[in-house]
């Protein structure tokens, strides 16, 4: 269990960290960049403290990434919510707000869940059973990277967003180019957590057997990001 978790950490938390803190020095420390000589003396002479401030940093900085993609996936299902209970008549708001969903949730496992009919909640009850059982080594892959995916693509956003205030063309098309890089990762990511989380299942004993993952394809279930 605890190396489970230090790969997560590593992997989705601290790399998001790192990803978010070239960006930043990017948009607003260019200059610093640009003189790497005398970045490199500084870290040279500090390197000790530097390293030492620098991990839990880059950590608290990735969790706040997934923080604001927490948000973000709120928003979504709100949206979803509003589509669902059919609040909105017009058709032209209508295909606006599925856009919407789309783009703020479809690249999430409970997206692409939402899209394929599935109750969400006994999906996750499945995923329950297969880490109970030992069987969730394979899923777990796919989860983490979609994980990791969907932090990127929100600070690639960020990025672009930041850029067309700016009116920095090349930035923000850099920005824009990564966003929809990343976004397509994360959907391939959930698409292939699902179908493997699926598969193991299928192919486990009781209590996963063919019956309960068929019944899957019911109505609404819980939420996960």
């Avoid at 960006?23 to 030492?52: D, T």
């Avoid at 928003?75 to 783009?103: A, E």
């Avoid at 989860?143 to 990791?148: P, Q, R, T, V």
Wanted: charged share 20%.
């Amino acid at each position: 269990m605890p190396d489970k978790f230090t790969i997560r950490d590593f992997l989705v938390y601290f790399t998001s960290g790192f990803f978010a803190l070239i960006v930043l020095f990017y948009i607003f420390n260019k200059e610093v960049l640009r003189s790497y000589s005398q970045f490199q003396m500084i870290i040279e002479k500090n390197s000790a403290i530097i390293i030492f401030l620098l991990l839990p940093c880059l950590y608290l900085l990735g969790q706040f990434i997934h923080g604001i993609d927490l948000i973000f996936f709120k928003i979504g299902r709100i949206l979803s919510d509003i589509k669902t209970k059919r609040i909105v008549n017009n058709k032209k708001v209508g295909c606006l707000l599925k856009s919407c969903i789309k783009i703020l949730n479809g690249y999430r496992v409970t997206g692409y869940l939402d899209e394929k009919n599935y109750n969400t909640h006994a999906f996750w009850v499945i995923v329950s059973c297969l880490q109970y059982e030992d069987k969730f080594d394979k899923a777990e892959y796919w989860y983490l990277m979609n994980d990791l995916n969907k932090a990127l693509t929100l600070i690639s956003f960020i990025l672009s967003f930041y850029s067309v205030i700016t009116i920095s063309v090349s930035s923000s098309i850099v920005g824009t180019l990564l966003t929809i890089i990343f976004w397509l990762r994360a959907r391939h990511m959930s698409v292939n957590f699902v179908q493997t989380t699926l598969n193991t299942a299928s192919a486990s004993k009781e209590p996963l057997t063919e019956k309960n993952i068929i019944s899957l394809k019911a109505s609404q279930g819980g939420a996960k990001n």
